[in-house]
């Protein structure tokens, strides 16, 4: 059982940045991590993974050199660093926990056994 909780949400204007935090408790060795976000109406977007196990990182096209996933493996946190924000990165953003290997189940949420509450993102123009 893996419980996740994010926080780091907010408002901010084009251009600016936001870090979101994943705090994970319970048995997460060997897990993948991922983030994913959501708007009203549409399917959660995957943005980006990383393994438990070995650190590695993956990432949609889509956020690919905007969007940093890390870990801080003392803390139990998973984080995702947004730079140059857009208004269309307005959306709820989730953490997930699921089994690897990561570079399969990146963009498919059904894949992951545990989510989050999620914390919302706002970009304004």
């Known amino acids: 059982q893996v419980q996740l909780v994010e926080s780091g949400g907010g408002s901010v204007q084009t251009g600016g940045s936001l870090r979101l935090s994943c705090a994970a408790s319970?048995?997460?060795?060997?897990?993948?991590f991922g983030w994913f976000r959501q708007v009203p109406g549409k399917e959660r977007e995957g943005v980006a993974a990383?393994?438990?196990?070995?650190?590695?990182?993956y990432y949609s096209d889509s956020v690919k050199g905007r969007f940093t996933i890390s870990r801080d493996s003392a803390k139990n946190t998973f984080s995702l660093q947004i730079n140059s924000l857009k208004p269309e990165d307005t959306a709820m953003y989730y953490c997930?926990?699921?089994?690897?290997?990561?570079?399969?189940?990146?963009?498919?949420?059904?894949?992951?056994?545990?989510w989050g509450q999620g914390t919302q993102v706002t970009v304004s123009s």
């Open positions: 319970g048995n997460t060795y060997r897990y993948c």
């Open positions: 997930a926990a699921g089994p690897p290997p990561c570079d399969m189940i990146m963009a498919l949420q059904y894949a992951y056994r545990y």
């Open positions: 990383i393994y438990s196990g070995s650190g590695k990182t």
